[in-house]
């Protein structure tokens, strides 16, 4: 086959994989957790199947994962008809499908086969508070879950630097800041395990600091030089795997918002 001809070919079995998965019944073993590469996919390739079986949906798109969630139609798991599925694809690469069925669990566990080991699916039965069968199965990630901060340092222009313990705090203020300690002299920082997110970067001199002045990540509120130009706290996105670099806590402060001075 000529290589132009082959490139068409692959574009179409491309185009056409989401009807060839409902047509024969590729959707069904989806459901039934029994198709690992499929459920591999972005959330976003099963839509086209289920539409296509009669399923309304819909997709939620945030910075740590990525959802489709249907419900109604001709689509089965196991045999037995579906109520709705939820498909969820995490930042690592992970899936989590939780399939809700039209039946009890206790008619449903004798149709799951004896083997649910497919290329490392994990599956678990189990009832909802309604009764109805909860068919969940979960493929491990295979991508780093956290990203990381870098940047320089500087206090007052002194030298050598100051020993400083710089922070990422979320922006949604769940959970607690995540700090490193810097040492005398060291002038750049790293601040690594951070869920994907935003943050605000601020730096606090734990010596030769006797006004107790805040380092942050700012920008202009305008377009100014000088030091009249007013700064507002700076959001630096985190994305898994990622290392957000020139993120520089220099701009002092005699005072934060309350929720960025705990340490």
Do not use: K, W
């Not at 989806?30 to 591999?40: I, K, R, T």
């Not at 222009?157 to 949604?172: I, K, Q, Y």
């Amino acid at each position: 086959m000529q290589p132009t001809a082959r490139l068409v070919a692959l574009l179409s079995l491309a185009l056409l994989a989401p009807a060839v998965l409902a047509q024969s019944g590729g959707l069904d073993r989806v459901l039934s957790c029994q198709d690992a590469p499929a459920l591999a996919r972005a959330p976003a390739a099963l839509q086209a199947p289920a539409v296509d079986a009669g399923s309304a949906c819909r997709e939620h798109q945030g910075v740590r994962h990525h959802i489709l969630a249907c419900s109604g139609g001709r689509a089965r798991g196991l045999g037995v008809p579906v109520l709705e599925f939820e498909l969820a694809g995490h930042a690592d690469g992970s899936r989590v499908l939780a399939v809700t069925l039209r039946s009890t669990p206790e008619h449903v566990r004798a149709r799951l086969p004896a083997d649910t080991s497919d290329a490392g699916l994990v599956v678990e039965l189990d009832a909802r508070e309604d009764g109805r069968a909860e068919l969940r199965c979960h493929l491990p990630g295979d991508r780093p879950a956290h990203g990381s901060i870098a940047g320089t340092l500087d206090f007052r222009g002194l030298h050598p630097v100051p020993a400083m313990r710089v922070c990422a705090t979320a922006v949604s203020r769940r959970g607690a800041p995540h700090c490193v300690q810097t040492t005398t002299g060291q002038t750049s920082y790293r601040i690594d395990g951070l869920p994907p997110g935003e943050y605000y970067v601020t730096a606090f001199a734990t010596e030769d600091n006797p006004n107790r002045l805040h380092g942050a990540y700012t920008q202009p509120l305008r377009d100014c030089t000088g030091s009249d130009c007013m700064q507002r706290l700076q959001r630096v996105p985190v994305l898994p795997g990622e290392v957000s670099t020139g993120i520089d806590p220099i701009t002092l402060m005699q005072e934060l918002p309350s929720f960025l001075r705990r340490r």
